[in-house]
Protein backbone atom coordinates (compact mmCIF):
# COMPACT_ATOMS: atom_id res chain seq x y z
CA UNK A 1 0.00 0.00 0.00
CA UNK A 2 1.37 3.55 -0.46
CA UNK A 3 1.24 5.47 2.01
CA UNK A 4 1.63 9.21 0.55
CA UNK A 5 -0.02 9.14 -3.01
CA UNK A 6 -0.08 12.29 -5.30
CA UNK A 7 -2.04 12.35 -8.78
CA UNK A 8 -1.23 13.07 -11.51
CA UNK A 9 2.71 12.15 -11.63
CA UNK A 10 3.12 13.83 -14.69
CA UNK A 11 1.02 17.27 -15.58
CA UNK A 12 1.49 19.56 -19.22
CA UNK A 13 -0.30 22.68 -19.59
CA UNK A 14 -0.47 25.63 -20.94
CA UNK A 15 0.10 29.24 -19.29
CA UNK A 16 -2.99 30.66 -18.08
CA UNK A 17 -4.38 27.65 -17.39
CA UNK A 18 -5.87 26.54 -13.94
CA UNK A 19 -4.55 22.50 -12.48
CA UNK A 20 -4.77 20.58 -9.19
CA UNK A 21 -2.69 18.07 -7.80
CA UNK A 22 -4.18 15.71 -5.08
CA UNK A 23 -2.47 14.31 -2.14
CA UNK A 24 -3.56 11.49 -0.34
CA UNK A 25 -1.68 9.77 2.98
CA UNK A 26 -3.15 6.44 4.64
CA UNK A 27 -0.52 7.07 7.33
CA UNK A 28 -2.78 8.26 9.75
CA UNK A 29 -0.85 11.36 10.05
CA UNK A 30 -2.07 14.87 11.90
CA UNK A 31 0.20 17.04 9.03
CA UNK A 32 0.68 16.95 5.42
CA UNK A 33 3.07 19.36 3.55
CA UNK A 34 3.32 20.66 0.24
CA UNK A 35 7.00 21.42 -1.09
CA UNK A 36 8.34 22.52 -4.60
CA UNK A 37 11.30 21.11 -5.92
CA UNK A 38 12.95 23.13 -8.48
CA UNK A 39 15.53 22.02 -11.27
CA UNK A 40 18.29 22.58 -8.62
CA UNK A 41 16.54 20.05 -6.71
CA UNK A 42 16.19 22.74 -4.21
CA UNK A 43 13.48 22.02 -1.79
CA UNK A 44 10.93 24.54 -0.89
CA UNK A 45 8.46 24.29 1.68
CA UNK A 46 5.08 25.87 0.96
CA UNK A 47 2.23 24.96 3.08
CA UNK A 48 1.34 22.50 5.80
CA UNK A 49 -1.98 21.70 7.47
CA UNK A 50 -2.36 19.74 10.81
CA UNK A 51 -5.85 18.78 11.28
CA UNK A 52 -7.37 20.25 8.01
CA UNK A 53 -5.52 23.89 9.94
CA UNK A 54 -3.23 25.94 8.35
CA UNK A 55 -0.01 26.05 10.20
CA UNK A 56 2.37 27.28 7.30
CA UNK A 57 1.84 29.73 4.98
CA UNK A 58 5.61 30.76 3.07
CA UNK A 59 5.38 33.08 0.84
CA UNK A 60 4.33 32.05 -2.16
CA UNK A 61 1.69 33.39 -4.76
CA UNK A 62 -2.03 33.65 -4.15
CA UNK A 63 -2.42 31.65 -7.15
CA UNK A 64 -1.39 28.93 -5.23
CA UNK A 65 -4.31 27.40 -2.79
CA UNK A 66 -4.21 24.43 -0.90
CA UNK A 67 -6.98 22.70 0.39
CA UNK A 68 -7.52 20.20 3.13
CA UNK A 69 -10.98 18.40 2.55
CA UNK A 70 -9.99 16.03 5.75
CA UNK A 71 -6.70 15.38 7.13
CA UNK A 72 -5.95 12.37 5.35
CA UNK A 73 -6.06 14.75 1.77
CA UNK A 74 -4.18 17.68 0.97
CA UNK A 75 -4.76 19.28 -2.57
CA UNK A 76 -3.05 22.41 -4.22
CA UNK A 77 -5.03 24.04 -6.76
CA UNK A 78 -3.19 26.31 -9.25
CA UNK A 79 -4.34 29.58 -11.01
CA UNK A 80 -3.37 31.59 -14.08
CA UNK A 81 -0.11 29.02 -14.85
CA UNK A 82 2.91 30.81 -15.47
CA UNK A 83 6.34 29.24 -16.85
CA UNK A 84 8.42 29.89 -13.57
CA UNK A 85 5.44 27.52 -11.69
CA UNK A 86 7.08 24.31 -13.71
CA UNK A 87 8.65 22.39 -11.31
CA UNK A 88 8.19 19.03 -9.33
CA UNK A 89 5.70 19.29 -6.61
CA UNK A 90 6.05 16.64 -3.44
CA UNK A 91 3.16 16.09 -0.72
CA UNK A 92 4.66 14.87 2.82
CA UNK A 93 3.17 14.18 5.85
CA UNK A 94 4.05 13.36 9.40
CA UNK A 95 2.68 12.38 12.69
CA UNK A 96 2.59 15.63 14.13
CA UNK A 97 3.38 19.46 13.47
CA UNK A 98 6.51 19.55 15.52
CA UNK A 99 9.94 19.18 13.62
CA UNK A 100 10.01 15.86 15.88
CA UNK A 101 8.55 13.90 13.31
CA UNK A 102 10.07 12.72 10.42
CA UNK A 103 8.41 13.73 7.14
CA UNK A 104 6.94 10.76 4.63
CA UNK A 105 7.41 12.01 1.05
CA UNK A 106 4.98 11.01 -1.76
CA UNK A 107 6.54 9.93 -5.44
CA UNK A 108 5.71 13.99 -6.73
CA UNK A 109 4.05 15.54 -9.57
CA UNK A 110 5.73 16.93 -12.15
CA UNK A 111 4.50 20.14 -13.63
CA UNK A 112 5.30 21.62 -17.13
CA UNK A 113 4.05 24.79 -18.16
CA UNK A 114 4.34 25.11 -21.75
CA UNK B 1 17.57 31.39 12.62
CA UNK B 2 18.00 27.69 11.41
CA UNK B 3 19.77 26.69 8.10
CA UNK B 4 21.33 23.29 6.78
CA UNK B 5 24.41 23.78 4.61
CA UNK B 6 25.61 20.84 2.03
CA UNK B 7 28.77 22.41 0.95
CA UNK B 8 29.30 19.33 -1.88
CA UNK B 9 27.08 19.99 -4.87
CA UNK B 10 28.03 16.72 -6.11
CA UNK B 11 30.39 14.01 -5.41
CA UNK B 12 31.71 11.11 -7.52
CA UNK B 13 33.36 7.75 -5.86
CA UNK B 14 34.13 4.22 -7.51
CA UNK B 15 31.58 1.67 -6.48
CA UNK B 16 33.00 -0.43 -3.27
CA UNK B 17 34.89 3.01 -2.08
CA UNK B 18 34.10 4.65 1.31
CA UNK B 19 31.22 8.15 1.26
CA UNK B 20 30.82 10.64 3.75
CA UNK B 21 28.59 13.69 2.68
CA UNK B 22 28.80 16.90 4.79
CA UNK B 23 26.12 18.43 6.67
CA UNK B 24 26.42 21.53 8.81
CA UNK B 25 23.13 22.94 10.67
CA UNK B 26 22.82 26.31 12.20
CA UNK B 27 20.42 25.92 15.35
CA UNK B 28 19.94 27.13 18.56
CA UNK B 29 19.28 24.12 20.37
CA UNK B 30 20.40 20.55 19.69
CA UNK B 31 18.57 19.99 16.90
CA UNK B 32 16.38 17.18 15.37
CA UNK B 33 18.76 15.68 12.56
CA UNK B 34 17.95 14.41 9.58
CA UNK B 35 19.07 12.60 6.24
CA UNK B 36 16.92 11.84 3.20
CA UNK B 37 17.31 9.84 -0.02
CA UNK B 38 16.02 10.78 -3.46
CA UNK B 39 16.42 8.45 -6.15
CA UNK B 40 16.12 9.39 -9.46
CA UNK B 41 12.56 10.34 -10.40
CA UNK B 42 11.61 9.22 -6.78
CA UNK B 43 10.51 10.91 -3.95
CA UNK B 44 12.49 11.60 -0.45
CA UNK B 45 13.00 8.48 1.61
CA UNK B 46 14.08 9.01 4.97
CA UNK B 47 17.66 7.54 6.01
CA UNK B 48 18.02 8.13 9.50
CA UNK B 49 17.27 10.63 11.94
CA UNK B 50 19.31 11.58 15.30
CA UNK B 51 17.31 13.13 18.13
CA UNK B 52 19.13 12.45 21.52
CA UNK B 53 21.63 10.07 23.25
CA UNK B 54 24.18 8.00 21.13
CA UNK B 55 25.84 10.22 18.26
CA UNK B 56 26.17 7.47 15.80
CA UNK B 57 23.34 6.47 14.35
CA UNK B 58 22.17 3.94 11.79
CA UNK B 59 20.03 3.76 8.84
CA UNK B 60 18.90 1.89 6.33
CA UNK B 61 20.77 1.05 3.09
CA UNK B 62 24.26 0.42 5.77
CA UNK B 63 24.17 4.39 6.50
CA UNK B 64 25.32 5.87 9.14
CA UNK B 65 25.97 9.50 10.20
CA UNK B 66 27.97 10.93 13.00
CA UNK B 67 26.12 13.97 15.09
CA UNK B 68 29.23 16.38 16.35
CA UNK B 69 28.15 19.26 18.43
CA UNK B 70 31.31 20.79 18.25
CA UNK B 71 31.29 21.10 14.35
CA UNK B 72 27.67 21.50 14.48
CA UNK B 73 27.61 19.00 11.97
CA UNK B 74 25.79 15.64 11.14
CA UNK B 75 28.05 13.72 8.23
CA UNK B 76 26.59 10.59 6.26
CA UNK B 77 28.85 7.83 5.71
CA UNK B 78 28.78 4.53 3.88
CA UNK B 79 32.00 2.07 3.97
CA UNK B 80 31.70 0.63 0.93
CA UNK B 81 29.19 2.64 -1.98
CA UNK B 82 27.06 0.10 -4.10
CA UNK B 83 25.95 1.77 -8.05
CA UNK B 84 22.48 1.76 -6.83
CA UNK B 85 23.40 4.24 -3.75
CA UNK B 86 23.65 7.04 -6.84
CA UNK B 87 21.35 9.46 -5.87
CA UNK B 88 20.44 12.76 -4.66
CA UNK B 89 21.03 13.18 -0.93
CA UNK B 90 19.23 16.15 1.61
CA UNK B 91 20.34 17.01 5.20
CA UNK B 92 17.55 18.00 7.33
CA UNK B 93 17.34 20.21 10.40
CA UNK B 94 14.17 19.61 12.44
CA UNK B 95 13.35 22.76 14.22
CA UNK B 96 11.37 22.04 18.16
CA UNK B 97 9.15 24.10 18.00
CA UNK B 98 6.06 24.11 15.79
CA UNK B 99 6.03 26.50 12.40
CA UNK B 100 8.41 26.15 9.77
CA UNK B 101 9.81 22.50 11.06
CA UNK B 102 11.99 21.75 8.25
CA UNK B 103 14.95 23.08 6.65
CA UNK B 104 16.35 21.04 3.91
CA UNK B 105 19.80 21.36 2.79
CA UNK B 106 20.66 21.63 -0.87
CA UNK B 107 21.10 18.50 -1.63
CA UNK B 108 24.32 16.79 -2.60
CA UNK B 109 24.63 15.19 -6.01
CA UNK B 110 26.41 11.56 -6.08
CA UNK B 111 27.97 9.47 -8.90
CA UNK B 112 28.69 5.99 -8.69
CA UNK B 113 31.29 4.88 -10.96
CA UNK B 114 32.02 1.46 -11.54
Known amino acids: DTAVSQTPKYLVTQMGNDKSIKCEQNLGHDTMYWYKQDSKKFLKIMFSYNNKELIINETVPNRFSPKSPDKAHLNLHINSLELGDSAVYFC?????????????FGPGTRLTVT | AQSVTQPDIHITVSEGASLELRCNYS??????LFWYVQSPGQGLQLLLKYFSGDTLVQGIKGFEAEFKRSQSSFNLRKPSVHWSDAAEYFC????????????FGTGTSLTVIP
Open chain 2, 92 to 103: AVGAKNTGNQFY
Open chain 2, 27 to 32: YGATPY
Open chain 1, 92 to 104: ASSQGPSGFYEQY
